[in-house]
C-alpha cells in the first residue's frame, strides 16, 4: 500500500495530462475562433507590443501542450506555457491579480493553476511515462 502511494512517474503523469490537456481545450478554441487572436494581437499593440506576437498563442497553448502531454522535450514545452500564461496573466488580468470572486477564491485560480502547474512540471520533468522522458 505503501509503494502505491509513492509513484512519482504517475504523479508526473497526472500532473502533465492534466495540465496539458486543460491547455490544450484553450488552444483548440483559438484555432477554431481565429478572431480571438485577432483580439489578442489588438491588446498586444495597446500594449505597445507588436500584434504579430498573438500567433504565440498557438505555441503556447498548442504545441506546448501537445509536448507537455507525450512527454517530448517536456520541460521547454511547460516554460512555452509558462512564458504563455505570463502574457496572458499580464495583458488580459493584471486588475484581477488581487482580487477575490464573490465565494472568496482567488480571481485568477484558474490561470494560476495553468502557470504554477507548468511551473512545476517545468522543475519535475517528464517522468519514466514519456515519449521521450526527460
Known amino acids: ?6 509513484n512519482d512517474a504517475l504523479g508526473k503523469l497526472i500532473l502533465r495530462l492534466t495540465v496539458g490537456v486543460l491547455t490544450l481545450f484553450h488552444g483548440v478554441e483559438k484555432i477554431t475562433n ?4 485577432d483580439y489578442i494581437g489588438g491588446v498586444l499593440a495597446n500594449s505597445g507590443l507588436p500584434s504579430i506576437l498573438a500567433y504565440g498563442v498557438y505555441v503556447g497553448e498548442v504545441i506546448a501542450p501537445l509536448m507537455v502531454i507525450l512527454g517530448i522535450y517536456c520541460r521547454y514545452g511547460a516554460m512555452l506555457i509558462v512564458v504563455n500564461m505570463v502574457f496572458a496573466v499580464l495583458l488580459m488580468h493584471t486588475g484581477d491579480i488581487f482580487s477575490l470572486t464573490d465565494h472568496g477564491g482567488w480571481r485568477l485560480e484558474l490561470q494560476g493553476f495553468y502557470l504554477f502547474g507548468a511551473a512545476a512540471i517545468m522543475f519535475l520533468g517528464s517522468g519514466s511515462q514519456a515519449v521521450k522522458p526527460d
Open 1 to 6: 500500500m505503501n509503494t502505491l502511494l509513492h
Open 34 to 37: 481565429p478572431g480571438t487572436v
